[in-house]
Structure formats: structure tokens, C-alpha cells
């Protein structure tokens, strides 16, 4: 059957809200956690990405769905139907990590792109210098301010970003029957294990690569994305074929970056500490190609979750007030710039990027349960849902998310507190 240019513009645009989840989801921090995960303890701790990608799954249908039925986005949900200061909770807990974020992944990709510069050249291009240029990148894009010019820029990043880590599987995959054990939930134990709390280091990665897949940030901006694609309780299988498109995906991208840690560091018994490793430790395992897929692979997901990062703020804003999301006013062109200007900080001030995004992931500790919370309360009044209430298997689907959400968040304050300690 031939495809016309038409036709295939058609198809992408039923996936465009998808697609955005997977370039907002997929970014360094991702990156570098699947990979720290690989690096450690190989294929074993796959089942997390699965049980994450599944309640991701069932977040954004959830929140998706209320959107269909009510017209109503999240944050104006919260004003309305619960208390006005919940809405404004979640937009300075949200601009607050997302801001650290912003700091962290340019930091991250400012560190890759120099490593992988000096495979080309000699001492390589300083980092302060790649974060100028996709900082310029990023904000040019968002100056045009039309919606479509974005969604298209960020579906060929996100392109990129996911045929770079599949072609990456192919190349330095480990063994199959590694990735089916990893399907079964076990807690790795450590090797040769010293010193009191050590034993804690998997649930503390376990903790964090939950944290990286179920966002709150990403389920409250889907009901903004369902709201502008005009979808309604007709558009119900779009929707809910939209959201497994990308949670797959998220699984898929997730699964392949850490069997590429696993295929080659794992083996090597090298480990994984900081993420510019990922260039200089690879390069003798994996040669100088695979390398550089990987190394596009980490820039492409930094610049994608950055254009949803810079953001962030302004469509809050827009959502809780229920005004249009016109990014050509002066107001939102000033605030994305000033917080693009975050992105130069870690190279700057040569801070350590990891530890900024672990901070800025903190407040998702808090955020997790809470939104969780929020979607069972409104998804089950039948004032609002009428007959399209939550039904007993999402109900109980959500309680199960919410537990889950408050063992992990455990870990995780767990691991800030040893942080600051440390």
C-alpha cells in the first residue's frame, strides 16, 4: 500500500501526544540511571522498568481519560474540585525540580558531547561551549512559538534518540536469557559488600529508576495535550492506544540503554559512576561506532526532555489560569529564557551533574503519591465522571501505584538523606 506524505502526516499527528511523553520521559537522567543500573548489576533489575513503564501506562489512561470525559485539565481539576492551593503545590514543586533538571541534563550533555569531541578532536570542545549551542537550539525552536513547528522538532529528535539506543541493542546486546531472568523481580545482592547500609545501593536504584519514569510532570501535561488535541469521550481508543505507544516505547528505549551498559561494563566488571564514563569506558569494549550512536543517543535525549523542561513553567501557568497557550507573549519568551539560562550552570560553575539531577528529582519523592492521590479522588466522584468512574480494576490498579509510589519514595528520601550526610 502506498503511503502518501499526507497520509503519513495524518498517522504522526494521532501519535504526537505519545511522542512528547516519550521525548519529555527519555532524558539524561534516564539515560544515565538504566545505564548505572546495567553497569551494576546487568539484566536483573529489568523488571523495574517493566513494572514502571506499566503504572505509567495506567497514569496517563487514567489522567488522559478524566480529560475526555470532564474537558478539563488536571491543574484546573485541582483549583476547581479539590482547593486552589493544591493546584499552586504542584506548579512550585514541579518549576522547582524541573529547574534543577534543566541544570542536570544540560550539565550531562554539555560532559558527553566534550568526551566524545576529543574522539575528534584533539582536546575536545569545551563543555560551557556545547551548552551554548543547544541552549540557542532549544530556545530557537520554542521563539517560533506554533505548537505543530515544536511537536514535529521534538518527533525527530525523539527519533533519533530511539533508533540510536535500538541500533545500539543490536550491537552490544547481552545474552537473551539475561533480559527474561531480568523480567523476574529479584534484589541483587553486592559484591563484596562493606561497611553498614551498603546493602541499601540497589533499592536506592530501584527507587531512582522509578523515579525517572513515573514523573508526576508527565501525567498532569498529558491532560493539557488531550485538551488541545481536541479529543473527547469518542477519541477513547486513540487515547488509550496513544498511551501504550508511549509507555512501549519508554520501555523499549529504557531496556535498550541498559542492556548496552549490561553487554559491555557489567561484563567488564567496570561499573558505572559518572556519566562521561559512558564515552570513555565504552570506547575500548564497543569501538569508536558504537560509541558514537550511543553518545547521539544521550544528546538527542537531553535535548528532547529540555524543550518540555524550559517549558514547563509557562504551560502551568496557562493550565491553572485556563488562558490559551500563546508562547509568542513576552511575558513566557522572557521566562523560557531565564530558565534556559540554567543550562549554562553546571559547566560555568563545574558542579557535579549528577548530583544536581538526584536533587532535582527529589521533589518527585513528594509529587509521586500525591498526584496519585488526586486522580483516584477525581476519577471516582460521580459528579464529575458520571458513569465513566474508575472502574474496580483501575481503582484497584491506582491503590497498587500509590503503594508502590510510597515504598519507593522511602528509598528515596532514604538515599537524599545519605546524600546530605554524606
Not at 311 to 321: E, G, H, T
Request: charged content about 10%.
Amino acid at each position: 500500500m502506498r503511503v502518501t506524505p499526507r497520509g503519513f502526516k495524518e498517522t504522526l499527528a494521532l501519535f504526537l501526544p505519545g511522542i512528547f511523553l516519550l521525548g519529555f520521559n527519555i532524558g539524561t537522567g534516564s539515560v544515565t540511571t538504566m545505564a548505572k543500573a546495567g553497569a551494576s548489576y546487568g539484566m536483573s533489575l529489568l523488571w523495574t522498568v517493566l513494572i514502571s513503564c506499566i503504572a505509567t501506562y495506567v497514569m496517563i489512561g487514567a489522567y488522559g481519560r478524566y480529560t475526555l470525559v470532564t474537558g478539563e485539565t488536571a491543574l484546573q481539576a485541582f483549583r476547581k474540585h479539590i482547593h486552589p492551593l493544591v493546584g499552586i503545590f504542584f506548579i512550585i514543586a514541579l518549576t522547582a525540580g524541573v529547574s534543577g533538571s534543566v541544570m542536570g541534563v544540560m550539565g550531562i550533555v554539555a560532559d558527553i558531547s566534550y568526551e566524545w569531541s576529543k574522539t575528534v578532536i584533539k582536546g575536545g570542545i569545551r563543555p560551557i561551549y556545547w551548552a551554548a549551542v543547544f541552549i540557542s537550539l532549544v530556545y530557537f525552536i520554542f521563539w517560533n512559538g506554533r505548537m505543530e513547528i515544536f511537536e514535529r522538532a521534538l518527533a525527530v529528535i525523539v527519533a533519533i534518540m530511539a533508533a540510536s539506543f535500538v541500533l545500539n541493542f543490536f550491537i552490544l546486546m547481552p545474552p537473551p536469557i539475561d533480559m527474561l531472568k531480568g523480567l523476574v523481580p529479584t534484589i541483587p545482592e553486592i559484591a563484596d559488600a562493606q561497611g553498614q547500609g551498603q546493602e541499601q545501593v540497589p533499592l536506592l536504584l530501584i527507587a531512582s529508576m522509578v523515579g525517572t519514569t513515573l514523573f508526576s510532570g508527565l501525567f498532569i501535561i498529558r491532560t493539557t495535550l488531550v485538551k488541545e488535541a481536541g479529543w473527547t469521550l469518542a477519541d477513547e481508543k486513540q487515547q488509550r492506544r496513544d498511551a501504550l505507544f508511549a509507555a512501549a516505547m519508554m520501555f523499549i528505549i529504557s531496556a535498550a540503554i541498559m542492556a548496552a551498559s549490561a553487554g559491555t561494563l557489567f561484563t567488564a566488571g567496570l561499573g558505572l559512576d559518572r556519566p562521561e564514563q559512558m564515552i570513555t569506558l565504552l570506547e575500548p569494549l564497543a569501538g569508536p561506532f558504537a560509541v558514537s550512536i550511543f553518545a547521539i543517543g544521550i544528546i538527542a535525549a537531553g535535548v528532547s526532555s529540555q524543550f518540555p523542561n524550559v517549558l514547563m513553567l509557562p504551560w502551568l501557568l496557562c493550565d491553572y489560569q485556563n488562558t490559551p497557550r500563546d508562547m509568542t507573549l513576552a511575558k513566557y519568551r522572557v521566562m523560557v529564557f531565564f530558565i534556559s539560562l540554567l543550562g549554562l550552570v553546571v559547566p560555568l560553575f563545574d558542579a557535579r551533574p549528577i548530583l544536581v539531577m538526584i536533587a532535582s528529582q527529589a521533589f518527585n519523592v513528594v509529587l509521586l503519591p500525591a498526584t496519585v492521590a488526586c486522580i483516584f479522588y477525581l476519577g471516582n466522584r460521580k459528579d464529575l465522571m458520571g458513569e465513566n468512574r474508575h472502574g474496580p480494576l483501575v481503582n484497584l490498579s491506582l491503590m497498587a501505584i500509590f503503594v508502590f509510589s510510597l515504598v519507593t519514595s522511602f528509598m528515596g528520601l532514604q538515599g537524599l538523606m545519605a546524600m546530605v550526610r554524606g
